[in-house]
């Protein structure tokens, strides 16, 4: 059974239809939503889109928090690890070692990551990243909600939520679904593939190389 990601949900993508397209010689795309407050949709476009892309602005130190409610043992670990894997790819993001919290899925001025049923995330979704914008498409905050309906394994064995969790980590830094459909596969890739998604390719370093490029 395929799974899919629903990052901003709206942005849900079958394998079918990426294997129609063309692989562009750029095949990441930024996330495109010029709306003010919280949002879980947007377009996909390249770095040198007109108009620009959601990014986060004038904050180096990106502080990230686990409500332990409901997570699989480990899943702090695999949080810091998978927050390492984008922070050693960034020259001017940085990725903090987690903490944990109490908090939810809400507009709160906290970077939150929760396992809940809903939140925009329903059926084979696996999980769905909010991001809150201010003008001129700048992030100040972040959340993500793993659907709780799933067995998560930190272990290495599917669902394995540290490839999951670096997927949507790339989306919290405006990074859309890639349009690369060759091995090995980014991991911005639309699709659940398994823990190799813990492990960024080629095209998502390019990826956050752009989202740098507008720091």
């Known amino acids: 059974m395929k799974r899919t990601y629903a990052r901003l949900a709206a942005f849900s993508v ?44 004038n904050k180096s130190n990106i502080a990230w928090f686990l409500n ?19 922070d050693s790819a960034s020259a001017d993001h940085s990725f903090l070692a987690p903490g944990t919290n109490s908090a939810g899925f809400v507009t709160d001025s906290t970077n939150t990551i929760v396992f ?29 909600s793993f659907n709780s309906r799933y067995n998560w394994q930190t272990s290495g064995a599917d669902i394995d939520f540290q490839a999951v969790c670096t997927h949507e980590l790339g989306h919290s830094v405006g990074i859309h679904h ?21 492990t960024l390719e080629s095209d998502d370093t390019a990826a956050i190389a752009c989202s740098d490029s507008h720091y």
Do not use: K
């Open 14 to 57: 079958t394998t079918l239809a990426l294997a129609a397209l063309a692989t562009p010689a750029h095949a990441f795309r930024m996330i495109q939503n010029t709306s003010v407050g919280r949002v879980s949709a947007g377009a996909a476009v390249a770095c040198n889109a007109p108009g620009g892309f959601t990014h986060w602005g």
């Open 68 to 86: 332990t409610s409901g997570a699989p043992g480990g899943a702090l670990t695999a949080l810091g690890s998978a927050l390492s894997a984008w």
């Open 116 to 144: 809940a049923r809903g939140n925009g995330c329903n059926g084979q979704c696996l999980a769905i990243t909010a991001l809150v914008l201010q003008a001129g498409q700048v992030i100040v905050e972040t959340d993500i």
């Open 178 to 198: 890639t349009e690369l459909t060759s091995t090995p596969r980014p991991t911005m890739y639309a699709a659940y593939f398994g823990n190799t998604g813990r």
